[in-house]
């Protein structure tokens, strides 16, 4: 595991779209695993502007959504499809039909989750996976005690989750109770993690997460496991890692971020 601190949100923010946009100029095909929430939200507005000027290519790339609501239509304001159209797809050169999300409104919903592993196989596999973190520990919806082999299924959100997405609904109980995930084992098996996580709520799950031992309680602490994953945070995410000092002498003199440590604009 690779921790990078930046000053604050906007910087590491900026940080992960320029290696978002790294990859996808190496690999015009790259299949990207995506995630929702708020935090993303500041990594999509800089992939739409480098989109727009100097014109990265999203045209070849395949996207899969870690996770949707179960029940809402595409259309719903609140799913998970109507988040990314709006903050992404609707404002890059992708080809809807190459961006994928669980369908929450399938019948069969545990055939949907199988089929969902199949389609991530037969595009050979995700290249680099962006998460987020949630108070309780959870990617995707990985809610406490997921098995961390776990594959994509329905899942329960805690109450937490509810309440930390009772806004986007007004009111936790209008959140819907389900949800379809990417497992942790399936996570796992991107070839890249990416794991963005800002603002003080987050301090103490980050410190957790990469820092404490690896626990099912803690589905983020299985990111530990993995061969290639880096964890971005900004300064009030990051302040209560032990290891702070070290994570930034590695960042600052670890060839591969050679091209990332230019000082932040100030615009
Ligand atoms: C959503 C997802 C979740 C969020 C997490 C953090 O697709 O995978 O794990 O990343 O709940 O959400 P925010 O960014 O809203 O704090």
Redesign the pocket.
Known sequence: MEVILQPNSAAAARLVAQLIARELRANPHLVLGL??????EGVYQLLVAEHKNPGLDFSLCRTF???EYVGLSPDDEHS?RHYMNRHLFGQVNIDPRNTHLPNGQALDLEAECGRYEQAIARFGGIDLQL????RDG????NEPLSALRSRTRVKALTPL?MT?NAAFFGGADRVPRRAITMGVGTILESRRCVLLATGKDKAGIVAKAVEGPITAMISATALQLHPRCTVVVDEPAASQLQGADYYRWIFDNEPEWAGFRSPPDHH
């Open positions: 995630a929702t929430g708020r935090t993303m959504n870690l996770d998970y998460l987020g973190i949630g959870h990617i995707g919806f989750t930390q």
